[in-house]
């Protein structure tokens, strides 16, 4: 740009020939063209610019024709901005923006440009006058579309934080201060304001379970923490109980400096709550062990309905009948146990089904007697799968298993604790010597649960004349 400036024509513009320059503007030329930082100086009542060599890529394809043009003319696309600026300054007002926005034509297009700058007014040494304007300038257009697009990143980034599915959270400093939690996460703690928070204070009831413990070592050491199905007990709601629920989590520590090399400064925290996965896991593990249970008895139950067929049948028909007839009997029973029932049940009609299959005809070897009494469809669904336990037991080793073996069943009206109740009794006689079990197998779990949902209180004699068992449950309106 020296060398243009020495070249450029000056004697044909207001400025006249640099050997008639006042000193002033020749001092300011000889510091813009020494300087690598992008400057200008526009000169005279024309305003007509110089500039250096680190100001010409900012003019873009108006460069080298901007030189020695009036500024009005160089920069008109926007002269409707920087006009006022570049007359405050010939009115002796310097002015400095940090960043200010222009729509600017460089290459033939419009584009989006942003510069931080100083107008400085020149005055004449001895009028005082203002003979022109000196500026230092900095084009900031990459460093703010930049920042623009980081700031969109991190929105983006925020936004998929508070969507994500896991219950995540960012932990600031040795204190574990809440920085950012999502919405998940706030559900799992009963939405407390924890934003701005030590967790310790945030979350009082998780100090004494070794949490916070847990997260100083991970913050000190930098090493990450993984738990799975860990039981913690959260406080849900502002004056709930603490509940306990079983997590899935990770603790990481954020690292500072270079490739995330420096030391810790916070804990990136994700969780998911997997206590109703766990509890449907168990739930599945106990219909495995009961569909096994059930298998093996309904083989035991398939042989004794063939030996008491054949040892009662009076010819190889007959036989087959009986065996037909009772099959289906065990059928029928299985599918009322399987479907399950919406609608209410007679305990009456439960018993019955449930016997049917080990009943040789009316009270021949079972008698019931009971009020007519209903129960909803899921303890009808327990007392049948007690009923049959009992029924198959007894066709195993007790009373069913000889010839003469009677069972009495028989329900009624009882109180437990001062609340209405449904006693149901089951005994067997005339049957053989019983014992104990040695082990403690399913269908012991089954019988002494009692029924599902309800409270029951079970209870199991093996006397010396036949097994008794007794089921006390209290009545609920809605279910029985």
């Given at each position: 740009?020296?060398?243009?400036?020495?070249?450029?024509?000056w004697a044909?513009?207001?400025?006249?020939a640099?050997?008639?320059?006042p000193e002033t503007l020749?001092t300011?030329?000889?510091?813009?063209?020494?300087?690598?930082?992008?400057?200008?100086?526009a000169?005279?009542?024309?305003?007509?610019?110089?500039y250096?060599?680190?100001?010409?890529?900012?003019?873009?394809?108006?460069?080298?024709?901007?030189?020695g043009?009036?500024?009005?003319?160089?920069?008109?696309?926007?002269?409707?901005?920087?006009?006022?600026?570049?007359?405050?300054?010939?009115?002796g007002?310097?002015?400095?923006?940090?960043?200010?926005?222009?729509?600017?034509?460089?290459?033939?297009?419009?584009?989006?440009?942003?510069?931080s700058?100083g107008?400085?007014?020149?005055?004449?040494?001895?009028?005082?006058?203002?003979q022109?304007?000196?500026?230092?300038c900095?084009?900031?257009?990459?460093e703010?579309?930049l920042?623009?697009?980081?700031?969109?990143?991190?929105?983006?980034?925020?936004?998929l934080?508070?969507?994500?599915?896991?219950a995540?959270?960012v932990?600031?400093?040795?204190?574990?201060?809440?920085?950012?939690?999502?919405?998940?996460?706030?559900?799992?703690i009963?939405?407390?304001?924890?934003?701005?928070k030590?967790?310790?204070?945030?979350?009082?009831?998780?100090?004494?379970?070794?949490?916070v413990?847990?997260?100083?070592?991970?913050?000190?050491?930098?090493?990450?923490?993984?738990?799975q199905s860990?039981?913690?007990?959260l406080?849900r709601?502002?004056d709930?109980?603490l509940?306990?629920?079983?997590l899935?989590f990770?603790?990481?520590p954020?690292?500072?400096?270079?490739?995330?090399?420096?030391?810790?400064?916070?804990?990136?925290v994700?969780?998911?709550d997997?206590?109703?996965?766990?509890?449907?896991?168990?739930?599945?593990?106990?219909?495995?062990?009961?569909l096994s249970?059930?298998?093996k008895?309904?083989?035991a139950v398939?042989?004794?309905?063939?030996l008491?067929?054949?040892?009662?049948?009076?010819?190889?028909?007959?036989?087959?009948?009986k065996?037909?007839?009772r099959?289906?009997?065990?059928?029928?029973?299985h599918?009322?146990?399987?479907?399950?029932r919406?609608?209410?049940?007679?305990?009456?009609?439960?018993?019955?089904s449930?016997?049917?299959?080990h009943?040789?005809?009316?009270?021949r070897?079972?008698?019931i007697?009971?009020?007519?009494?209903?129960?909803?469809?899921?303890?009808?669904m327990?007392?049948?799968?007690?009923?049959?336990?009992l029924?198959?037991?007894?066709?195993?080793?007790?009373a069913?298993?000889?010839?003469?073996?009677?069972v009495?069943?028989?329900?009624?009206?009882a109180?437990i604790d001062g609340?209405?109740?449904?006693?149901?009794?089951?005994?067997?006689?005339?049957?053989?010597?019983v014992?104990p079990?040695?082990a403690?197998?399913?269908?012991?779990?089954l019988?002494m649960?009692g029924?599902?949902?309800?409270?029951?209180?079970p209870?199991?004699?093996?006397?010396?004349?036949?097994?008794r068992?007794e089921?006390?449950v209290?009545?609920?309106?809605?279910?029985?």
């Amino acid at each position: 740009m020296g060398a243009r400036i020495r070249a450029f024509d000056w004697a044909s513009t207001a400025l006249g020939a640099p050997e008639s320059w006042p000193e002033t503007l020749r001092t300011l030329v000889q510091v813009m063209l020494a300087a690598r930082q992008p400057m200008f100086i526009a000169w005279g009542p024309e305003r007509r610019m110089l500039y250096n060599d680190g100001y010409a890529p900012l003019c873009g394809n108006k460069h080298p024709w901007a030189l020695g043009r009036p500024f009005d003319e160089v920069w008109a696309d926007i002269i409707g901005d920087v006009g006022p600026i570049m007359d405050a300054a010939y009115a002796g007002i310097p002015t400095y923006m940090d960043d200010i926005q222009f729509v600017m034509r460089r290459f033939g297009h419009d584009e989006e440009t942003h510069f931080s700058f100083g107008y400085t007014p020149v005055k004449d040494e001895r009028t005082g006058a203002v003979q022109g304007m000196f500026c230092t300038c900095l084009e900031t257009t990459a460093e703010v579309l930049l920042s623009r697009e980081r700031e969109r990143e991190i929105l983006r980034l925020r936004e998929l934080f508070r969507q994500t599915p896991s219950a995540t959270a960012v932990l600031n400093g040795p204190d574990h201060v809440f920085e950012i939690a999502n919405a998940a996460y706030l559900a799992l703690i009963g939405d407390r304001p924890i934003i701005g928070k030590p967790v310790a204070v945030a979350l009082p009831e998780i100090v004494d379970q070794g949490f916070v413990t847990t997260l100083d070592t991970v913050y000190r050491t930098g090493e990450t923490y993984v738990g799975q199905s860990v039981p913690v007990r959260l406080r849900r709601a502002p004056d709930a109980a603490l509940e306990t629920r079983l997590l899935d989590f990770v603790y990481q520590p954020i690292r500072g400096g270079g490739g995330g090399a420096g030391p810790v400064y916070g804990i990136f925290v994700q969780a998911t709550d997997v206590t109703e996965q766990r509890q449907a896991e168990q739930m599945q593990t106990l219909l495995n062990q009961e569909l096994s249970h059930r298998m093996k008895n309904q083989i035991a139950v398939v042989q004794s309905i063939v030996l008491q067929s054949l040892r009662g049948a009076t010819g190889l028909e007959d036989a087959r009948s009986k065996i037909t007839s009772r099959l289906g009997v065990l059928a029928r029973a299985h599918d009322m146990l399987l479907t399950g029932r919406s609608e209410r049940a007679r305990i009456a009609d439960i018993v019955a089904s449930s016997i049917s299959l080990h009943e040789e005809g009316p009270g021949r070897r079972f008698t019931i007697a009971g009020p007519d009494m209903e129960f909803g469809a899921q303890a009808a669904m327990s007392l049948a799968l007690i009923v049959q336990e009992l029924s198959t037991n007894a066709a195993k080793y007790g009373a069913l298993s000889v010839p003469d073996g009677q069972v009495h069943v028989t329900w009624g009206d009882a109180e437990i604790d001062g609340q209405s109740a449904i006693v149901f009794r089951w005994r067997e006689i005339d049957g053989p010597p019983v014992a104990p079990p040695t082990a403690r197998g399913f269908g012991s779990r089954l019988l002494m649960g009692g029924i599902s949902g309800a409270v029951s209180h079970p209870t199991m004699d093996f006397a010396s004349d036949g097994l008794r068992y007794e089921l006390r449950v209290v009545v609920n309106p809605t279910e029985t």
